[in-house]
């Protein structure tokens, strides 16, 4: 089996990471991979935004936890979270974030690097105080955040899950 099909076989959504910091250079190819991704009619309209400061990572979870009102919630402690957001009017923007999303997701694993997908900022990011939050971390008041990105070396262990999603096969 090529290492890409591998590395998409294989991956698994952390939800519990060790406090262990990632190598900027790592980071650094994540956002590549991330930049790499398919956009709708090639406009790009996005913005990564990597977040390694711990606190401010859990003021963000502190401001979704008290919004959703989901107590305890701390986005699983990761040591850094990469947000993409995009501008409200790209026709293509939720799609963009997606493809961006499952390239960050993949490139993480290839380096050894855990990853959740979440998506809790989806409909609040423009609730005051989330919003506040998010323009000070650089990222414009036009933007929407359809999910990010929780990095981290992990801490658990997934074993392989069964997948069942229907195929069909015409011809």
């Not at 929780?150 to 096969?169: F, H, N, P, S, T």
């Amino acid at each position: 089996m090529n290492e890409t099909l591998k590395t998409i076989l294989t991956r698994r959504s952390t939800r519990k990471f060790l406090n262990k910091p990632i190598p900027e250079e790592e980071l650094r190819q994540i956002i590549q991979a991330a930049l790499h991704a398919p956009s709708g009619m090639g406009r790009q309209t996005w913005q990564f935004t990597l977040v390694k400061n711990r606190e401010k990572i859990q003021a963000l979870a502190a401001v979704i936890e008290k919004t959703l009102r989901r107590t305890g919630y701390d986005m699983y402690q990761p040591e850094a979270v990469l947000i993409p957001s995009n501008d409200r009017e790209s026709p293509y923007g939720r799609e963009d974030d997606a493809c961006a999303m499952e390239n960050i997701l993949l490139a993480a694993h290839s380096m050894g690097i855990g990853s959740v997908w979440i998506n809790q900022l989806q409909g609040i990011c423009d609730d005051p105080a989330v919003r506040d939050l998010l323009t000070s971390f650089g990222i414009p008041e036009n933007h929407v955040v359809y999910g990010m990105a929780a990095l981290g070396y992990a801490d658990d262990q997934k074993e392989e899950k069964e997948r069942i999603g229907k195929v069909v096969i015409v011809e």
